[in-house]
């Protein structure tokens, strides 16, 4: 292993970042070292690059490495860590638990009380080496490409928010077809959903949607989003909502479309607080409404290693660009500026 | 059994009723015909008694027969009727469901695409005498004294509203101290809630809720709620919210003060639209919200049943007064202007 | 109409049954009549034709219609119908519950405490016209074949007992190649299971299980099947079985192939106690067992012609045979004494 | 703190055990020293002591400090633990998991893949300090009496038994008045249980049941178990029963008690291999059966020290005896000799 390395930095408090050469780092004793064989860029580091106010608010040292969506090859292993291997092909779940507070003792290790993020608390994996604590190391399938094992965080943020309650023969209605919700298609269509819908604005992205599983796209621009949904579920609304967008437009919608006693996943975002008609969406109608945050540690994870091992979840269409990681610049670009070409963008260091 | 009975009617679409003489209905081939022997005052016959825009919109035909809570006993069944047989002790099921829609064939009628509601679409039970459909007619246990059986359908509310998920060895904290909450504060505490906290603001109904079990009662308008809800959890925040108010002051402080993972039952009726702070209030901390409405047809009257009969569920400290059906305008003024003084107001005809 | 029709009957308490020209029979109140398009044999039909000595303890009044699955059209209802229509494309739920009992009050009445069986307790449908209560007729999608729509009732044991949990991610290991074991196949694999393994017998009921989802089959008198199920599942054993067979081989084999956490659906009949390893098999690996026991009246239903009318369960493999009602006696003979040949068997009256 | 400390120790492969004067333990890195309170007597510890031919078959190295129940202050910690400080007052889950198996993943570390037992794979707590690993180190509410602490683990057998479900407003049947019985009989109650009954055979422990909560005890060498059980359930049999017994006849019966849909947790351990009525037991009466190992870690731990800090959960009148740890011999006696005047033993070094 060499001593110096290529890492995507984010230097100043502006928008950007550079290529930059770094010492390769050296991985504390709970941590292992992870020769990068592919990396992916996600909304939240979308956000780091363009600077906005979240993440003005949110970085708190540069300069940073930017990314946390990756898979590689362990290369070295601290003197406590005993389950992963040098050799061993991983990925790393995102959130940095503190194995220590009420959630952390409790199966629900996501939610944290004192929770960390790679690439955002810490340096990430926008480069050719990265390091991360043993306890989110997460060991891949073999058989698995490293392209689509960088994806399986944001990929198990849609298995988590699909399947938090069985979907098999019911109907889901998806808001947003970024990744996620491109990833939420394909997860309910190999799960069983007898119809899958998903609200979009892209037509190559509502494309990629019906190739992974959509039964129909509803572009938000044209078509008649509630005359459609009421007469394909005998005028009752759908089983399901995943709230992939966290528009006021999407929870609007969503409360209204989803039936009596039917279920309401709020993984999107909002821009602020929102506005809820809480009688009709929610109380009588008794629908169930659960907060998706990041993904079970780790029975997502199991779940989707066996999904991709087994072949039978083909996320590959949602993978639409692979770039060398010098060309970041151009990734951020086709994510932010020209959504109307891209799906998820992996880059190969 | 006589010819003629008296009852409280709403004549006019105005505010107040009457006591009228009528004929005593008689029961169509799936119905039943009970002679009343308690009845009780709900927030919805306060609503139709005072005649507010919810009721003059919802309310079809006057003149009608208000109430929808009793016990009592059957002196006549339809030709359709297998069920139930004369001298039966029972009360009723306020959701009168179709039997045919989706939510009906898959056990969850209390949400029926087609709900009637007894005392709202049909005459009620405010008098000597009421017609039910014997579908949702419940045999009582022949022990539990009438004033007690009557209260059983609000109780279920209550029931099914706190027990939607367990709460033993758990925090649970009560917003609204009307009868409901007052009513959830005893179903905590024979569940086995470790804590229970009630934020009320009338000191007489907040002594209740501490006799019937709540571990500490808040008030609204003096106390330090989100400090001393703080200490009380180690810092984290109670584990399940109950939102028996409806307010936007209930769902902002519950929202802020469930913890990560935690159980939020939204059964208050809001004014309008309410403002939630989706993300750091749902999805942050993967918080689960529940729409609870009616009680589940008939799992909840089950628990109630058995609470009510093994003695382990005391809430007779909740029925404050108990008048003559005569009195009804006492009962009102009690519930509506004199929150005070009273819990829940049982009419016995 | 006419008023005489063709029925396989049952007249003597001996093997056999004869086809014999009967009244069509008229709905009572609460009955409808349908005229029989398709009808399909089960298992519980081979022992009635067979006389074992479960049916000579269990059927009471000979003569009898044998039959039990089907589909249909409506041709008349009972003066207290309301949801069912003449003109309706129904199949039929089995059990006929009591709709009075514990079960009935809360969502279980396929367990009901008074169930009767239909084509056990009552004549079936083994002939051009039948009738069934309206409380177990079940309104079909259009669009689905009626030699399909008939097998929907063993389906849905297949799809009650595979889906009391979710199955997507998991390794399934099913005993028993009769068409409830291939119908499982079906379903674990339609809702998302990562590997799909089924025990049997007959080669070509095997190959039917592989067409229709499993991943893998096993000869019971061949393969090393402890060894493969190790092998395939990291030595951890399978999360899910599912006894279709009912012997004690299942039982022992199940129980000790199953994963620490697992669950085991217990469907099979026995054929007296067995014996049960429930130390390690069941108590230190903190296995869940559940007994399954018809369907789900009517989720499970509902989950049925959704996968069906979708186009996303294609069971049409399993359906070998489709014969006239006539040849009814080559029909038993294919199910009893050849299942190296066959799946499912229809009869078309 | 001095050098030498006394323990409990087996040190021949035969019956008895012998106080010997020991070296205090060090902690390794990821261990804690724990200066023991209170220590208590399992059924497990009996096993050893008397050295049947499980524990002869079980237990690899002698001499081993017994027991594994116990509450104490930290007095030292490794270099590598991170959530408990010398001065906690702590107890300790008996599992000690790999951390790296796929349960130790997935929130079942309680079944971990390569289960170590405290007390039995390595020293326990039968003396003045002992050694346990920070993962499983427990910290206990300060205002919990340090001989009720101690016996957290064997209650949270019994939490975690009675309430894998929901007990509130249902009936329970206990089979087995040994110390976790009794416990479970108090939990029942706690959690709102409307009928508790609790078979055993001795007079003393039954007497503590009723004390603890049970509504009835049955003597099982006397009373009709099966007619009172019917006549007090409607005829419909149990909601839940709770094997903490694991003899034939508890299966037996117990299979045979429980209603329809009803729920069986079978946490007594078997003499060996059982008999069970599958079809008319589990099968066709859709019930299902949790096989109960350990605790959830730690979901149970909150919930036994929960109820505990409340004074919801009052579990005194089973800890019958407190003794020296010197007197452990006669504390043994008390628990196979004369179960007729024991409950649960402490010892205090």
Redesign the interface.
Same mark, same amino acid.
């Given at each position: 292993m060499g001593e110096l390395m290529q890492a995507v930095v984010k230097s100043a408090a502006e928008a950007g970042a550079e290529l930059v050469t770094r010492s390769i780092p050296r991985p504390g004793?709970?941590e292992v070292l992870v020769r990068v064989k592919a990396t992916s860029i996600c909304g939240t580091d979308v956000h780091i690059y363009g600077w906005n106010s979240w993440a003005a608010g949110r970085i708190r040292d540069l300069p940073q490495i930017l990314g946390h969506e990756f898979a590689g090859e362990v290369v070295e292993v601290g003197s406590?860590v005993?389950?992963i291997k040098v050799g061993d092909f991983i990925s790393a779940e995102t959130h940095i638990p503190c194995?220590?507070c009420?959630?952390c003792?409790?199966?629900?290790m996501?939610?944290c009380?004192n929770l960390k993020i790679l690439g955002v608390d810490c340096d990430g994996c926008f480069a050719e080496y990265a390091v991360v604590p043993e306890i989110v190391a997460w060991k891949n399938d073999p058989s698995v490409a490293p392209e689509l094992a960088a994806v399986q965080e944001p990929l198990g943020n849609a298995?988590y928010c699909t399947?938090v309650e069985?979907v098999? #023969?019911?109907?889901v209605l998806i808001f947003g077809d970024g990744p996620t919700g491109l990833f939420a298609a394909a997860v309910a269509h =190999?799960? @069983?959903a007898?119809?899958t819908f998903l609200v979009g604005r892209h037509p190559v992205r509502m494309e990629i949607a019906r190739k992974v599983g959509a039964?129909q796209t509803l572009d938000d621009n044209r078509d008649d989003i509630e005359g459609t949904l009421l007469s394909e579920t005998?005028g009752?609304g759908v089983d399901v909502v995943l709230d992939m967008a966290?528009t006021q437009r999407a929870?609007d919608l969503g409360f209204k479309m989803v039936?009596?006693?039917g279920r309401f996943s709020?993984? #999107?975002?909002?821009g602020g607080?929102?506005?809820?008609?809480?009688?009709d969406g929610?109380?009588?109608?008794?629908?169930? =409404?659960? @907060?998706?945050?990041g993904r079970?540690?780790?029975?997502t994870?199991?779940?989707?290693r066996?999904?991709l091992?087994?072949g039978?979840l083909d996320i590959s269409p949602i993978i639409t660009h692979k770039l060398p990681l010098s060309e970041f610049a151009e990734g951020f670009e086709l994510m932010v500026r020209r959504p109307k070409v891209s799906g998820k963008v992996v880059l190969i260091p």
């Open positions: 004793a709970d406590e005993r389950r194995r220590a009420k959630q003792l409790t199966g629900q996501h939610i009380n298995v399947l069985p098999v #023969g019911k109907s =190999v799960a @069983g007898s119809k039964t005998d009752l966290g929870i039936r009596k006693g709020a993984f #999107g975002v909002a607080r929102v506005s809820i008609d809480l009688n929610i109380v009588f109608k008794g629908v169930t =409404v659960y @907060g998706i945050n079970l540690m780790f029975d994870w199991f779940e989707v066996n999904l091992a087994s039978r």
